[in-house]
């Protein structure tokens, strides 16, 4: 059974901090839903309300557009391996490009990649979790270096 938080519980914070994967979901007033999967070492935990993560070059640039004309988000874990779990993040997101004073603020907290786009930052007023039970049992083999090679 799904349960509802106001902010993220230590246990939560230690589960998504665990992940390998992470989904983005992202909608203008109009027009279609982005989901994006996303991955490597680029989401932390700011304190129980707020999360931020590193938003690396991809297809498009579809959530960073979102943001802009509706900062809604919702940010989805799903545990593939141990206990099952799915938890979610709702809340309202800013996006901060290299020339914003908060890209700095948080910029260290990531390794250096030369596929860094732009750091979005989410103010979280819902977390949920539900069982994950149809979630499958899946193993991690390795990151993909695209991203980590430079020109």
Request: net charge positive; hydrophobic share 35%; aromatic share 10%.
């Amino acid at each position: 059974m799904g349960k509802k938080f106001e902010a993220i519980q230590s246990e939560q914070k230690s589960f998504i901090e665990n992940q390998k994967i992470f989904f983005v979901a992202t909608a203008a007033s109009e027009g279609r839903v982005n989901l994006s999967p996303k991955g490597t070492d680029s989401f932390r935990v700011i304190d129980k309300n707020k999360v931020v993560w590193l938003n690396l070059t991809g297809s498009g640039n579809e959530t960073a557009a979102h943001l802009i004309q509706n900062n809604r988000m919702t940010i989805m874990f799903c545990a593939f391996e141990g206990k099952p779990m799915i938890l979610r993040l709702y809340g309202n997101a800013h996006i901060y490009h290299r020339r914003d004073n908060q890209y700095d603020k948080y910029s260290h907290l990531f390794p250096k990649n030369p596929g860094a786009g732009q750091i979005i930052e989410m103010e979280v007023d819902l977390v949920q979790t539900s069982c994950g039970f149809a979630v499958p049992f899946m193993d991690y083999k390795e990151e993909r270096n695209t991203l980590n090679i430079s020109g």
